[in-house]
């Protein structure tokens, strides 16, 4: 859980704190020095209900917290949690290196992430948006943020392999962080690679720059540990678990290793099960309701114990 406010700059006016709390004693003071000059203290405390010229803290505290919510209300504060709900956009984003090509998958590892995929979006709540991204060593946006689920399935059909060396998966986490913005619903990302992060922003950055934006990265592993054939050649491409389960585990997400066909799809499916999201309270509207709140029992406050007789 964290807190975050959208008005910042208003928070710096809880130095006023200070002044009103000096101004409030100095107040009584200068009070106190006129009553000195009522010469009959009995009719003084006949007046004032018995009550004894005091530091007047109830009036003190109400002022305070009036302030204080105030104040908290202008820079509009969010408490964001983990939980579970629909109402969230996600951004698939899949390795398109020239390792995916491996015949360890049927037919081979896009072949078999792009199938995974599809099923995916037929099983994302309706009222979500869907971004598709690939990435190499560059990150390709190939679809922005749109309800149109056929339109998705059509470019995922359309992702082939991208010929620039190495996986840059930094970059790919803060593309897909950036298309996510265009709505405030909860963001997700569903990341699949079969390698290791080895171009582009190291992903410690990346990672920070999912969490100032309130990203859930969700990442799936790919490969198995024999390895498969590319062009002809056995390869066995260095899948990084650890920092795949690092990128999920910072954010929010989590990590899923799949080895088969079925294991990818098992792994999509949970994704859009189970999607654990960060998730919005607005507090302004309480603090507007304690300002007024405050503001009414100081009026009754003022306006009975602590009035002034003429």
């Not at 100095?26 to 006129?34: A, E, H, Q, T, V």
């Not at 066995?236 to 088969?260: I, K």
Request: glycine fraction near 8%.
């Amino acid at each position: 859980m964290e807190i975050t406010f959208i008005n910042q700059d208003y928070l710096w006016l809880l130095f006023i704190i200070p002044f009103l709390i000096l101004t409030h004693f100095y107040g009584l003071k200068f009070s106190r020095k006129k009553a000195i000059k009522f010469a009959n203290f009995e009719a003084l405390s006949r007046v004032t209900g018995g009550m004894k010229l005091s530091m007047n803290l109830p009036l003190l505290l109400l002022r305070f917290f009036t302030l204080v919510f105030l104040i908290m209300a202008l820079s509009q504060p969010i408490i964001w949690y983990m939980g579970e709900g629909g109402d969230f956009n996600f951004v698939i984003a899949i390795d398109s290196s020239g390792s995916m090509l491996a015949d360890d998958f049927s037919p081979n590892r896009l072949e078999a992430a792009k199938n995974a995929a599809l099923q995916f979006v037929g099983r994302v709540p309706r009222d979500s948006k869907l971004a598709l991204m690939s990435f190499s060593g560059t990150a390709f946006l190939k679809q922005r943020l749109t309800g149109d689920f056929e339109l998705i399935r059509e470019e995922i059909n359309k992702i082939r392999v991208e010929y620039s060396s190495g996986t840059a998966i930094g970059d790919a986490i803060i593309s897909a962080s950036n298309a996510l913005m265009e709505e405030e619903k909860a963001r997700v990302i569903v990341l699949l690679t079969d390698g290791q992060s080895n171009v582009g922003t190291v992903i410690e950055k990346a990672i920070n720059y999912a969490n100032d934006r309130f990203v859930t990265v969700n990442t799936i592993g790919i490969g198995t540990e024999e390895g498969g054939k590319l062009a002809g050649i056995e390869a066995v491409s260095v899948l990084d678990t650890g920092l795949l389960r690092s990128v999920a585990g910072n954010t929010g997400g989590n990590f899923y290793r799949a080895e088969s066909n079925d294991e990818i799809i098992a792994a999509y499916n949970e994704i859009a099960r189970t999607s654990r999201k960060k998730m919005p309270i607005k507090l302004s509207i309480w603090l507007i309701a304690l300002t007024f709140l405050t503001l009414s029992l100081e009026w009754i406050v003022v306006n009975t114990k602590f009035r002034s007789t003429p």
